[in-house]
């Protein structure tokens, strides 16, 4: 089977692409409403694309042709934002913020969340949640006739449960994995865990 993008529309075009380009990492990203609330909403175009400077890039559409998202309003006015990478037992809450709700309910309070102190950074993060990173704006792009929000943060501050890190003989950071157990998302109403590990040491 053969599909011509050319010939397709935007919406049939959207659910090729999250049907194929799986698994895909979830930014569950916590952003200032500006009126002493936080917005939580997860996205899934999303990944890190460098380390110097360290940064993580996301895409953002629109609630439909006029309204942007909150979160995309957020980091452009406010700049700052935590990205959270929610573990396989988020999935109810993840799902949770994923919806539209009207102004001043609370994505929190639906998803029944608690926030913690991130310690040297504006913002809080998602208590229970083992990897967070503080984030500031480093610049939004537009592309396509929506047109899509590109952000790209730069990762200031990474917050870690101590539990995960795993000791390395060479000193670099090392992660237990299966113990984060990272949600990822794939078409439509499906998600997927970590699953099997596999290794394969890259050839010198």
């Given amino acids: 089977m053969q599909l011509d993008f050319k010939k397709m529309t935007p919406n049939q075009r959207y659910g090729a692409m999250v049907e194929t380009i799986i698994p895909r990492p979830i930014a569950w990203v916590l952003s200032d409403n500006g009126d002493a609330s936080y917005n939580v909403a997860p996205f899934s175009f999303f990944t890190g694309i460098a380390s110097d400077p360290p940064l993580l890039i996301m895409s953002i559409g629109k609630k439909d042709a006029e309204y942007e998202k909150d979160t995309r309003v957020n980091i452009r006015e406010r700049k700052k934002f935590v990205v959270h990478i929610p573990s396989a ?10 919806g539209t709700f009207a102004h001043g309910e609370s994505e929190i309070d639906v998803a029944g969340l608690d926030l913690a102190e991130f310690e040297g950074f504006s913002l809080p993060r998602i208590a229970g949640c083992d990897v967070a990173m503080a984030c500031e704006l480093y610049r939004i792009d537009e592309v396509g006739a929506v047109p899509q929000a590109v952000i790209y943060g730069e ?10 890190v795993v000791p390395h003989e060479k000193g670099r950071f090392q992660l237990d994995a299966p113990g984060l157990n990272p ?11 970590l699953g099997e590990q596999l290794f394969a040491r890259r050839p010198k």
């Fill in 89 to 98: 037992r988020h999935l109810d809450q993840v799902n949770a913020t994923s």
């Fill in 155 to 164: 990762i200031i501050k990474l917050e870690v449960n101590d539990d995960l």
């Fill in 183 to 193: 949600l990822s998302r794939l078409g439509g109403a499906k998600y997927s865990d």
